[in-house]
């Protein structure tokens, strides 16, 4: 499967389309056995499905409350909590900064989408 995802606080895929390729980022609240997981940033809570079968699942140990991750996956369900079905995880834990970027990481990515930015390699 090919993906092309968009960065995304979890808040603005309340009212989008689905499917939706997306990547996100947020600390694990809950885990329903090693498939499942509720995860959080600032702006809401997701559920994210189909964790097992996500590439970069090396250690089940990473799904755990408190991990600060990324997710790449497809929302299949819209609303106040967002169901997203995991093709990617990655545990950000070992990298903090990653956490305090994420919000401003999203607004310029959507500056960029909008072509409101425009970056120049000097």
Do not use: H
Request: charged residues 25%; glycine residues 6%; contains cysteine.
């Amino acid at each position: 499967m090919t993906l092309c995802p968009k960065k995304y606080l979890i808040k603005d895929l309340t009212d989008k389309p689905t499917p939706l390729d997306v990547w996100l980022q947020g600390t694990i609240e809950q885990t329903v056995g090693n498939d499942i997981l509720i995860i959080s940033d600032t702006s809401g809570r997701a559920k994210i499905t189909k964790c097992e079968s996500a590439d970069g699942i090396i250690n089940k140990d990473s799904i755990r409350k408190g991990t600060y991750c990324c997710i790449i996956g497809v929302v299949v369900k819209k609303g106040k909590i967002p169901e997203i079905q995991a093709y990617k995880f990655v545990d950000l834990n070992s990298q903090p900064q990653m956490k305090l970027a994420w919000e401003n990481e999203v607004k310029e990515c959507d500056l960029l989408f909008q072509g409101k930015l425009v970056p120049s390699i000097k």
